[in-house]
């Protein structure tokens, strides 16, 4: 059993922006989340991350209960999750924000021992650039590694909290709307990123509004309105499903 | 004993409603401009000071040095604002800092111009009113009952005029109230005045009662803080309740318990709400 | 490049100057520069505005000549117990602060409330510290030096060099740390904590670490100072002796190791240029606080280049 949600909700409040979800998410799937604007795909995602703490219902993952734990304990157990609006480390460069997301990595190569790495920093260091290097080539942000990563362009930006993320060896990595923003050719280049991640075995669930850019690649679809799950299943599924149509496009039947 | 303890709250009450209009105006300013102005002790000093000046040695009536001393408190606020406040708003940390150092300034400054030694000011209202077999200074009354009033009036203003609901807005949405076209600039200077003066006042009334020294502003932004926080920053209603608490907290821990530490009652009082209440007694804003 | 070689010709200036003024000032800012690393480390590279290291500060002198006068033992050997009560108040008022997630600005009001209440202590607790009298002390470190045995040391050289020596071990310790994964995590904290969070950095143990190492230096100082000065006295414990360590790191600069030792050394030497009233010193401690944070927010040594905070 890899992810279960069960009676998922969230309240800030008066306002409910997540109510009674329950989801499955199985191990190697890629799953996408849809909705319109508030319907509470950002807000289910920061409950999954520790973020937030939930108001009712449980977050089981790998047959523990999460619910309410910190987000770096989260981190720790396997999920990461990235920003919808690209969260950096103002002033340090880019090279700098993918060692820093080593910490996890590093700590799983030495556990204690690197508490040794204080008097001999340089092998530890070596094997993480190594490592941040590879990433960093995946993402195609190789060429910016010694620039501030408040230099990078909205697209880069998001590529690097994403290669941030590849850093801490997730098993499940949530991705909130990591194409909106991007340009064609951005799009191309995380289609691979993506394709390259699913074929490590990292499960990801990924929220974005480009429905098509969605549908190519995800093994099922699940829909949000109004905090609520409305549908569950294939692409196909859930794209021909009447509420879902509604909900997203409104009273006229239209291809994704 | 009861009459005892009763007087001690009463006292309590009193100090507290000085500490209380304090907390009123860090917690305007932390609101509005989004700091927490450190020096507003020193405000309240200056009102003190300016208030005995004026009538032990310029002999003014006393009432209309408490009214020159808050013009004067309030101008020393706009002049720092101007200087320094306006290019911290919004940071925390740097208006921290920077009205640290101005702690030292003002304070250094009263040092050289009244020396360390205590001013008492003359009798201006002497005689207690005693009921049964507790006594209170008249002058602690009318204190109180100014005070009182001004911190009323500041939440009738607050909720009423046109003014007051634009503060409250922007306290609330600082985008929306600037989209509504609420000066927003001017409001924070004004702010950041309004607090100084009725820290001035606070000054003004307790120069009346207790004797002046430059480092009783120290002691008494810490007491505003604390009540503040006690209350929770931001909510402006909660303000003056804090400062009441917290003086009535130390009033009766006086009572109890060693003197000496009276201060560390209200401290611990402090620590254990935020521990277990992190927005205040009343819960507070951002 | 280390540091620690900037501190290298520093031993020399005994050999070249007998000028006991110079001398003394370079003592103190050895002494207060550590201090100002410690805070440094904490608010600096870790971005936690906390007010407790002046508590620690005089912490530091009175627990180890109290704990040398009860037990009898060295200057030396009195510091490691006098550690070990730093250390678990650093983890009671840091499990405080960060523990219950509170925000930055409730760290420095409660930091300062505990502070506060440890200096009323100290004040009022007139059979061991003596209260506001101070204690006087007359006993001295001893160090075993080849070819003489056990010396003490006294006077200014001796003690110049000590200082200094103490200044270059916290230089490297903290080099260490601020270059390794540590001070990679702290620069994450002070920049976004929240992504650093989702990035599986534990932000409370991080910043409880950086708060304790803050005031285990900040004791070392203490010590010294206290056994230096032969005297210590609850003003060593007070927010003005925090104050001061912030205002030395801000007009030296945050960005570097020794940027704060540079700080120390103006703040600390200005007095004997300018002879001031002590109304007039503390206007002008103010007035530089005011202005660096205004004006000149990377502090001296940011003037001069651009030292970044992650190696």
Redesign the interface.
């Known amino acids: 059993m890899f992810l279960k949600v069960e009676e998922l909700s969230k309240r800030f409040g008066g306002l409910v922006a997540v109510s009674a979800v329950s989801l499955d998410i199985e191990e190697g799937e890629i799953v996408g989340i849809l909705g319109p604007n508030g319907s509470g795909k950002t807000t289910l995602l920061n409950l999954l991350?520790g973020?937030l703490a939930p108001s009712s219902g449980t977050i089981l993952w790998q047959g523990r209960d999460i619910s309410g734990t910190?987000?770096?304990?989260i981190?720790?157990l396997g999920i990461?999750?990235t920003?919808q609006n690209p969260?950096?480390?103002?002033?340090?460069s880019v090279l700098?924000h993918v060692?820093?997301?080593g910490?996890?990595a590093?700590?799983r190569l030495l556990g204690f021992a690197?508490s040794k790495?204080?008097?001999a920093?340089k092998p530890?260091r070596q094997e993480l650039e190594a490592r941040a290097e590879r990433v960093l080539r995946l993402c195609r942000l190789s060429e910016e590694a010694h620039r501030p990563a408040a230099a990078l362009s909205y697209g880069e930006e998001k590529m690097l909290g994403v290669a941030?993320?590849m850093?801490?060896e997730p098993k499940l990595l949530l991705l909130d709307e990591p194409a909106s923003g991007l340009g064609q050719a951005e799009i191309v280049n995380l289609g691979a990123v993506l394709r390259d991640l699913r074929e490590h075995g990292t499960t990801l669930c990924v929220i974005d509004h480009k429905v098509a850019f969605l549908a190519e690649f995800a093994h099922r679809l699940i829909a949000l309105q109004n905090g609520s799950k409305i549908a569950d299943g294939t692409a196909q599924e859930v794209l021909g499903n009447q509420s879902v149509i509604t909900a997203y496009l409104g009273r006229q039947h239209a291809g994704a | 004993m009861t009459q005892v303890i009763l007087g001690q709250v009463l006292n309590g009450i009193i100090v507290g409603t000085l500490y209380g209009i304090i907390a009123l105006g860090v917690t305007l300013t932390f609101g509005i401009t989004g700091i927490v102005n450190f020096a507003l002790g020193q405000f309240m000093m200056i009102g003190a000071y300016a208030a005995w000046h004026l009538t032990d040695v310029a002999h003014l009536p006393y009432p209309l040095s408490v009214a020159l001393a808050v013009l004067i408190a309030g101008l020393a606020g706009f002049l720092s604002d101007r200087a320094l406040f306006q290019f911290t708003r919004n940071h925390l940390v740097n208006g921290l800092l920077v009205s640290i150092g101005l702690i030292s300034v003002i304070e250094s400054g009263a040092l050289l111009l009244f020396t360390a030694t205590p001013k008492n000011m003359d009798f201006v209202l002497s005689g207690s009113w005693t009921l049964g077999a507790i006594t209170i200074s008249r002058m602690k009354v009318v204190t109180f009952a100014v005070l009182l009033a001004v911190i009323a009036l500041t939440w009738l203003a607050l909720a009423n005029t046109w003014l007051g609901r634009a503060t409250r807005a922007y306290a609330q949405n600082p985008e929306a109230a600037m989209l509504m076209g609420v000066k927003t600039e001017m409001l924070q200077v004004g702010v950041s005045v309004y607090s100084c003066a009725l820290a001035g006042i606070g000054g003004a009334l307790y120069a009346g009662i207790y004797s002046l020294e430059p480092s009783m502003g120290a002691l008494f932004i810490l007491k505003g803080v604390e009540a503040a926080i006690l209350a929770g920053v931001g909510n402006l209603a909660g303000a003056l309740v804090g400062g009441i608490i917290l003086g009535i907290t130390e009033s009766i821990g006086a009572l109890f318990l060693p003197t000496a530490f009276r201060d560390a009652y209200g401290l611990v009082f402090l620590v254990a709400i935020l521990l277990f209440r992190p927005s205040g007694l009343f819960g507070g804003q951002k | 490049m280390s540091a620690v070689w900037l501190l290298v010709p520093l031993y020399m200036v005994p050999l070249v100057s007998h000028n006991e003024v110079l001398l003394t000032i370079l003592i103190f800012t050895y002494i207060l520069g550590i201090l100002a690393i410690g805070f440094n480390i904490v608010f600096g590279y870790a971005g936690q505005l906390t007010m407790f290291h002046g508590a620690a500060f005089g912490i530091g002198g009175y627990a180890t000549f109290l704990i040398l006068t009860k037990l009898g033992i060295s200057f030396w050997l009195a510091m490691l117990p006098m550690f070990v009560v730093i250390l678990l108040l650093s983890m009671i008022v840091g499990w405080v602060c960060f523990k219950f997630r509170l925000r930055e600005f409730y760290f420095a009001v409660v930091t300062l409330a505990f502070a506060e209440l440890i200096r009323l202590v100290v004040l009022n607790w007139n059979d061991v510290t003596n209260g506001t009298l101070g204690l006087l002390v007359l006993d001295k470190p001893t160090i075993w030096w080849p070819g003489r045995g056990v010396v003490k040391i006294d006077g200014t050289v001796p003690w110049y060099l000590l200082t200094l020596t103490a200044l270059g071990a916290v230089t490297i310790v903290s080099q260490l740390i601020v270059r390794s994964w540590i001070g990679r995590n702290f620069a994450a904290i002070r920049l976004n904590e929240e992504l650093a969070q989702t990035l599986g950095i534990n932000t409370f143990r991080y910043k409880m670490l950086a708060f304790t190492i803050s005031n285990l230096f900040a004791a070392l100082a203490g010590a010294l100072f206290g056994f230096y000065s032969n005297y210590i006295e609850p003003a060593q414990l007070s927010i003005t002796q925090s104050l001061d360590a912030i205002a030395m790191v801000l007009l030296g600069g945050m960005g570097s190791i020794l940027g704060p030792v540079v700080g120390a050394f103006l703040l600390t030497g200005l007095p004997h240029i300018i002879e001031f009233s002590a109304e007039l010193r503390a206007a002008t401690y103010g007035a530089i606080l005011i202005l660096v944070i205004l004006l000149m927010p990377r502090g001296v040594v940011g003037l001069f280049s651009r030292w970044r905070h992650v190696s």
């Open positions: 991350a973020l910190k987000p770096d304990l981190a720790a990461v999750k920003f969260q950096l480390f103002a002033e340090l700098e060692m820093i997301a910490h996890l590093l700590k690197r790495t204080i008097f920093p530890a941030m993320a850093m801490c």
